[in-house]
């Protein structure tokens, strides 16, 4: 009998597997201590840079901010304490600030860190602002650059004095690195953005990385080096979940993780009434809003489909028809608040509640529609005053059902008030192409009436947030509502160059109650943080702000040098200096991780296209294996039926 | 063998690799939302502008972006990610091929061995107790999505019963006295998602042979098999089976082409570091570079291995040649 092409492809097949099963790349560490102790953190993001230019996602700052410190670091209230500065001081008018850098303070790789690495940094922003040059993706050079610096120096190694052009607070409240001069000088600042920055990392901060897998894990071994308190972990790891927040809450469960961040509303509930962990829900930086296309001006071929949207009194009477509270319920499980003004609760010292609140009240809503100019006609039909029927197109990103269920609220909510709304899910690249406006793309058609979305905004400045209805932001794309008001646009410039941060209260609260009452936004709900963790490997949880806030991806790293060891008892926690931890990247660590695979032959990580190819290769063979194995039997059964 | 059929089929070989190539470079820029303001939607106007002058996108699409991207992918250079700034699409790939390949290439060998085999038995043992319960499950488990399977496995054997880890390829950060010990620790990273991959083609397959053997067993040359008084296990081993096969090995020919879309959802689910994770980061993110990568990759390997398989079957069957 001849061997049949399933036996010769089972056979390769499992040779091949063989072959394929001894070439895993093998993961190399660096020596540790015997037993070291891991917090294993878990997480939706997975970072795409570790490079700190490169910052945007929360998890990118998390990561810059274990390796690095801040120049002045944020406490548990978000007050200035020690980071980079041991000390500092403001001159009288205001202008300069005078930084003590502390004696002896060192690298992870054992170099000094003076006051001249905090100068470089800083001028390296400064310098590549004024040259119009953008580092990384831009977030976070503008945290020096926001700060108003003028000129920094740095006249001893102790001593760095910086000068603003304007009276101002916010040098004390950078959320930016700093970095090792002698690492960082070689990049020059218009492709800074391509540099790596391979694990593992020089740094001052109390966690170094030590190797980063992508979209899989980050690790960090303890820097020996760290000015601080010791944290008990001996490691962190943050584990990468996109698109698998099951998984991860399946790895909190079964122990594999110490900490996850943002469970589903269901899974949160479910994982708090578990024994030895710990459940918080926090306020959060974003919110959901629906939106207005409340462009002013008029596109052929395009724009919305009535002027109604540009009318304040017709976006306030819809106001009306939404049940919030029912959204926040019904949709997000009780989680988070319900959404008013542009600057969402997290921001305690500046948000504030409208003056006006607006009711579920949806026989209002039609008086304040009739009264407004929109009657009904015959048909039920609500008419703008153009007298054509309101019939409106309601877009949503497709990527979370949250926004879907939303929709249909509202559409429910719309209808008794005679106005029709058609939803769609799209895409959120689709999304951004139909939000915009000519001034930015000439070609561009800001053809859609309402949408659901929402934003995401800065730990510790509501700048971002704001900036979304300056008249500036239609021009550079930084807007879906397209909204323009000149008072809005100079209160803003008001509170960006206020002295303090109490100056700029007034006005960012004058600027939410326009936004309420214009309602080019109706925001819908704020989002929440939903961070859970156990508390029989690690104690002292400190949460930021205190009480209310979460422990980690915060501002700052302090909650990680503050943990202490749950299973020793009297966990005493060593101060600075000598620690006998001789774990992690004085010796032996400081060969890279990634650098030496262990016994494979084909590490993928240093020869990537050699191991590229070898797997196109096998790749090959199998699929020729398969063609050929199909096309012999399909063959023989035409000569089996030729036979016939 | 004919140089003229050789030339033939490189020809046609070149003319579909020219062919993706153009598709490629067409299929990514086609999508809705350009990458600047996908991957950070409220970065200032000037940065984004900086970052497309980086990655070549500030030009006119035809022809400067076009050509470009022709002269470097005919040298062999894929470009620089977007998404996971100054790495090449190179490495990128090569971190990711290996676990695909290893996910789905011991899924199809078991899915291969215990389906065929399933269903083999089910089709000769026909109306037995194998046979009700065996085409049940598979009628199940063939209906049933990738992902469907994989968060039950997930929440039963490693969520609530705690036998096998949840995600990822190894542990992380561990440290191993013996490669025996790496082994077994990549082999429980491997159990679900391999299983589930071997649960989701298992119904497929058995449920085929199972109805290829009964087809075969009615035959005339069974019968006169079992005429001549052969065994009945003789009749299924040499008879009936090889002739069993021949769709059976059809479907699993057919099914090598579905790697990636099978990969997406299972990889998804135990965050198998693969190219199926890959390729939603990179579409999640408009990565046109990775995107390309990917798609290049499988499209001119599967051109490739056609190729190969008509050279290799010409040679093997005189009459294709002519």
Request: net charge negative; charged share 15%; glycine share 8%.
């Amino acid at each position: 009998m001849r061997p049949s092409a399933v036996h010769r492809a089972i056979r390769l097949g499992s040779a091949l597997a063989l072959v394929a099963a001894l070439l895993v790349p093998a993961s190399a560490l660096p020596a540790r201590a015997a037993n070291p102790l891991v917090l294993r953190i878990g997480t939706l993001q997975s970072p795409d840079s570790i490079n700190p230019w490169n910052a945007s996602l929360v998890v990118e700052y998390e990561i810059f901010q274990l390796n690095y410190d801040l120049l002045v670091g944020f406490g548990d209230d978000l007050q200035p304490i020690p980071g980079f500065a041991e000390s500092w001081t403001q001159s009288s008018d205001g202008l300069t600030w005078t930084f003590k850098i502390r004696t002896g303070m060192k690298w992870s790789d054992g170099q000094p860190a003076t006051s001249e690495d905090a100068r470089w940094t800083i001028a390296y922003a400064i310098d590549a602002k004024k040259a119009g040059t953008t580092l990384g993706l831009g977030y976070i050079q503008d945290y020096f650059a926001d700060a108003g610096i003028d000129s920094v120096a740095a006249p001893d190694p102790q001593t760095l004095t910086i000068h603003t052009t304007y009276a101002t607070q916010r040098v004390l409240s950078m959320d930016a690195p700093i970095l090792p001069k002698h690492v960082w000088e070689k990049q020059a600042a218009a492709s800074v953005g391509d540099f790596t920055n391979p694990a593992p990392i020089v740094g001052s901060g109390p966690y170094q990385a030590v190797e980063w897998k992508t979209g899989q894990y980050i690790r960090f071994a303890r820097n020996p080096n760290y000015w601080g308190n010791h944290g008990a972990a001996d490691e962190v790891d943050i584990r990468f979940f996109p698109d698998a927040q099951d998984t991860m809450v399946q790895a909190f469960k079964r122990g594999e993780l110490d900490y996850i961040r943002n469970p589903s509303a269901q899974q949160f509930d479910q994982l708090k009434a578990l024994p030895g962990v710990t459940a918080v829900e926090a306020p959060a930086t974003g919110f959901t809003e629906l939106g207005f296309n409340t462009y002013a001006k008029d596109i052929p071929g395009g724009g919305a489909s009535t002027k109604a949207l540009r009318d304040p009194a017709f976006r306030d009477a819809l106001g009306y028809a939404i049940d919030k509270q029912a959204l926040l319920d019904k949709v997000y499980h009780g989680k988070g608040t319900v959404g008013t003004t542009l600057v969402p609760p997290y921001y305690v010292q500046y948000h504030v509640e409208p003056a006006n609140p607006r009711t579920f009240d949806i026989n209002l809503a039609k008086q304040k529609l009739d009264q407004a100019g929109y009657p009904l006609n015959g048909n039920g039909q609500r008419l703008d005053k153009q007298g054509k029927p309101l019939n409106l197109r309601l877009y949503f990103p497709n990527d979370d059902p949250s926004y879907a269920t939303d929709a249909q609220f509202i559409a429910d909510w719309f209808t008794p008030l005679g106005i029709k709304i058609k939803s769609q899910g799209l895409d959120t690249g689709a999304l951004t192409d139909i939000q915009t406006a000519p001034e930015y793309d000439p070609k561009a058609k800001a053809n859609y009436d309402l949408y659901i979305w929402g934003w995401v905004g800065d730990n510790n400045d509501p700048n971002t947030l704001l900036k979304i209805f300056l008249t500036s932001s239609i021009a550079s794309a930084g807007t879906d509502s397209l909204y323009s008001n000149a008072q809005y646009d100079s209160l803003f410039k008001q509170q960006n160059e206020a002295p303090t941060a109490d100056a700029r209260k007034a006005p960012i609260a004058e600027m939410q109650q326009l936004i309420y009452d214009q309602a080019p936004y109706h925001i819908l709900a704020n989002d929440s943080e939903l961070h859970v963790w156990h508390t029989d490997k690690f104690a002292n949880w400190q949460q930021m702000p205190a009480g209310t806030g979460t422990p980690f991806f915060v501002m700052g790293a302090l909650n990680y040098t503050l943990l202490t060891d749950a299973t020793a008892v009297p966990s005493p926690t060593p101060a600075g200096s000598a620690t006998p931890a001789a774990s992690a990247n004085t010796g032996p660590a400081a060969t890279p991780a990634a650098a030496t695979p262990a016994p494979s032959p084909a590490p993928a990580d240093s020869s990537g296209g050699a191991a590229l190819l070898l797997g196109a290769v096998l790749l090959v063979a199998i699929i020729i294996v398969g063609l050929v194995a199909w096309r012999m039997a399909a063959s023989r059964r035409r000569k089996d039926q030729d036979e016939e | 063998m004919g140089g003229r059929y050789l030339a033939r089929k490189m020809l046609q070989a070149i003319i579909t690799i020219a062919f993706i190539v153009l598709l490629n470079f067409l299929l990514f820029r086609l999508m809705p939302g350009s990458p600047d303001r996908v991957l950070a939607r409220n970065l200032p106007l000037d940065v984004r502008q900086v970052l497309l002058e980086r990655w070549g996108l500030d030009r006119p699409v035809f022809p400067d972006q076009f050509v470009a991207y022709v002269g470097a992918t005919l040298q062999g250079d894929l470009g620089d990610s977007f998404k996971f700034q100054g790495v090449s699409v190179v490495d990128v790939l090569a971190g990711r091929i290996w676990p695909t390949l290893l996910l789905f290439g011991l899924g199809e060998v078991l899915a291969i061995i215990i389906g065929l085999g399933l269903g083999a038995y089910s089709g000769w043992k026909r109306g037995g107790p194998v046979d009700y319960v065996g085409n049940g499950i598979s009628l199940i488990l063939y209906s049933m999505p990738y992902f469907v399977i994989g968060m039950i496995l997930l929440m039963v054997l490693s969520g609530g019963l705690g036998w096998f880890p949840t995600s990822g390829m190894l542990e992380m950060g561990a440290t191993y006295s013996s490669f025996v010990d790496q082994l077994l620790d990549f082999l429980a990273h491997l159990a679900l998602p391999l299983t589930t991959v071997a649960i989701g083609l298992i119904g497929q397959y058995s449920i085929l042979m199972r109805a290829s053997i009964i087809e075969t067993l009615g035959e005339d040359y069974v019968t006169t098999a079992r005429a001549k008084g052969l065994t009945e296990g003789y009749i299924l081993r040499r008879h009936a089976l090889p002739n069993a096969m021949l769709p059976a090995v059809t479907l699993v020919a057919i099914n090598l082409g579905y790697v990636i879309a099978g990969a997406i959802t299972v990889e998804l689910v135990f965050g198998w570091p693969g190219l199926g994770t890959l390729t939603v980061e990179a579409l999640n993110s408009r990565d046109y570079p990775v995107l390309q990568g990917v798609f290049l990759l499988l499209s001119i390997s599967v051109v490739l291995a056609n190729f190969a398989a008509d050279l290799l079957y010409g040679f093997l069957d005189p009459r294709v040649r002519s």
